[in-house]
C-alpha cells in the first residue's frame, strides 16, 4: 500500500518555474515506478513524465521534454517534477501515481494503482 501527497502547485506566469513533490508513504518506494500526468478541465489524463524505481531511467511527453525535469529521492520517499518555462497549456491538474514496478516506466495511466488527490498548476499568459 504506498499513499501519495502532491504539493507544490500553484498560480504564476508564462516564463516562470514551479517545482513539484509527491511524497510517498510505504516502506517498499524503492520497488515503485512513479509517473506525473495532468488533466486539464474537459481533457483526458495525460502522461507527463516517468521515472523508474531507483531512479535510473526517465521518460517525457513530447510536449514537456527540455522543460520538465523528474527526479526522485528515495531516502526521502519523494519524487519531484521541476517545471520551468511554464506555458498557459500547462495549465492542468497535476497528478503523481505509483506503480509497483521495476522497469522502464510507463506511460499508460491505467497502469498505476496508486494516485494523489492532484495539486492545481496554472500558468496565466
Known amino acids: 500500500q504506498v499513499q501519495l501527497v502532491e504539493s507544490g502547485g500553484g498560480l504564476v506566469q508564462a516564463g516562470d518555474s514551479l517545482r513539484l513533490s509527491c511524497a510517498a508513504s510505504?516502506?517498499?518506494?524503492?520497488?515503485?515506478?512513479v509517473g506525473w500526468f495532468r488533466q486539464a478541465p474537459g481533457k483526458e489524463r495525460d502522461f507527463v513524465a516517468g521515472?523508474?524505481?531507483?531512479?535510473?531511467?526517465?521518460n517525457y511527453a513530447a510536449s514537456v521534454r527540455g522543460r520538465f525535469t523528474i527526479s526522485r529521492d528515495n531516502a526521502k520517499n519523494t519524487v519531484f517534477l521541476q517545471m520551468n518555462s511554464l506555458k498557459p497549456e500547462d495549465t492542468a491538474v497535476y497528478y503523481c501515481?505509483?506503480?509497483?514496478?521495476?522497469?522502464?516506466?510507463?506511460?499508460?495511466?491505467?497502469?498505476?494503482?496508486?494516485w494523489g488527490q492532484g495539486t492545481q498548476v496554472t500558468v496565466s499568459s
Open positions: 501515481a505509483a506503480e509497483l514496478w521495476l522497469g522502464h516506466p510507463r506511460t499508460e495511466s491505467a497502469r498505476y494503482v496508486y
Open positions: 521515472i523508474s524505481s531507483y531512479g535510473g531511467t526517465t
Open positions: 510505504g516502506r517498499t518506494f524503492t520497488s515503485y515506478a
